[in-house]
Structure formats: structure tokens, C-alpha cells
T-cell receptor, first 110, second 115 residues
């Protein structure tokens, strides 16, 4: 199956700082989503972004499908941004199966 | 986007008993639902694909007799962990495809602890 790697694995930020999370994948994809898993385990869908750029408030994401990577930008981080960020992709060969990345654990300290 | 309700949020059971987890689509009909498992500090792994009116498709290494999936209607899929053991303790999450272009929506998850 498709390999999905995220970096960095762990990140500690001071409140107000900006950060960039990266997701690399090993094959062509027809779906890519970024999720935030809060401390209670709930997965929040941040972006559906198989290509291009999207912005939602302090968050934005860019996927360059031809180069097989996606970036999630967090600006002016807040303590509520803490949690694990997952990138998940669906490759064009298997159709319905999501492959999740290893996640980036973010801790924002006041 | 779609709304997915998953229950219970957490459950503690004794070793050897069975536990049923429900996943409901509240606002549209889902012909396909997906079940994932997440061990502590790890990523999510697909367990099986639940198809309405037919047998589920299990991923390699997932015991179909242990993890029973029933997709009896277009709005409900259930996962039953039979004869649970401590190693089955995990976070189980269901998912379905959104009817729009918003991708896939996930349930809130069920944290299972087998003692």
C-alpha cells in the first residue's frame, strides 16, 4: 500500500507561533485530508485537499500532487490547537481505503 | 458535511465478554462505512469495509470471526468485538463518505478497555 510519512513527529510551540507540518506520500492520490485529533480522540476534518490550496481561519493547506506532498500551516497557534495532526490519503489504485500518516503531535504552551 | 454518531464513547468490559459499537449516519444514507482501529500513540489502521446488505470486507490480519460487522441498514453499521481480550483494548473509529466533495467524515470514536 501507499506509504504516508509526516514530519515532524513531535512539535512544541509557544502560543502565538507559526508552524508548518508536512505530509509526503509515495504514490498518486485522488483524496487527501488533514485531520486534527483532539485529546479525547475525536477526529476533526480540517481540509479535503487532493490538490491546490485552501484556507480556513488560521489554518491553511497546500497539496502539490505532482510532487507527492502536502503542507498544513498553523498561524498564531493557540493552546486549543494541541493534539495530533494526521494526513490521510487514498490512492488511485485501491479506491476506498484511507492510508493514514504517522501523525504530528503538537503541543502549544502558553 | 455528513454527521456521524458513534456510541458508546467509551466502554470497559471484562475479558471474554462481547461489546457492540454502533455507528449511525444521521443525515444521509451511507452504503459503505469503514471501521478503523488506533492503538495508543499510533496511527489509524483500516480494519474492514462495511457494505449495506452484504458481507464486510476485512483487511489482512483482521479476524472476521472476532470483529463482527453488520451493516443492516443504510444508516447503521455495528462492530461487535467478540470474546474480548486485553489486547483488543484500543480506540475504534467508524467513517463514511460524505455525500458532497468534503471527503470522509469520522465518528467520535469508542475507547474500549478490556480488563
Amino acid at each position: 500500500g501507499i506509504q504516508v510519512e509526516q514530519s515532524p513527529p513531535d512539535l512544541i510551540l509557544q502560543e502565538g507561533a507559526n508552524s508548518t507540518l508536512r505530509c509526503n506520500f509515495s504514490d498518486s492520490v485522488n483524496n487527501l485530508q488533514w485531520f486534527h485529533q483532539n485529546p479525547w480522540g475525536q477526529l476533526i476534518n480540517l481540509f479535503y485537499i487532493p490538490s491546490g490550496t485552501k484556507q480556513n481561519g488560521r489554518l491553511s493547506a497546500t497539496t502539490v500532487a505532482t510532487e507527492r506532498y502536502s503542507l498544513l500551516y498553523i498561524s498564531s497557534s493557540q493552546t486549543t490547537d494541541s493534539g495530533v495532526y494526521f494526513c490521510a490519503v487514498m490512492d488511485i489504485h485501491t479506491g476506498n481505503q484511507f492510508y493514514f500518516g504517522t501523525g504530528t503531535s503538537l503541543t502549544v504552551i502558553p | 458535511g455528513a454527521v456521524v454518531s458513534q456510541h458508546p464513547s467509551w466502554v470497559i468490559c471484562k475479558s471474554g465478554t462481547s461489546v457492540k459499537i454502533e455507528c449511525r449516519s444521521l443525515d444521509f444514507q451511507a452504503t459503505t462505512m469503514f471501521w478503523y482501529r488506533q492503538f495508543p500513540k499510533q496511527s489509524l489502521m483500516l480494519m474492514a469495509t462495511s457494505n449495506e446488505g452484504s458481507k464486510a470486507t476485512y483487511e489482512q490480519g483482521v479476524e472476521k470471526d472476532k470483529f463482527l460487522i453488520n451493516h443492516a441498514s443504510l444508516t447503521l453499521s455495528t462492530l461487535t468485538v467478540t470474546s474480548a481480550h486485553p489486547e483488543d483494548s484500543s480506540f475504534y473509529i467508524c467513517s463514511l463518505r460524505d455525500r458532497g466533495v468534503d471527503g470522509y467524515t469520522f465518528g467520535s470514536g469508542t475507547r474500549l478497555t478490556v480488563v
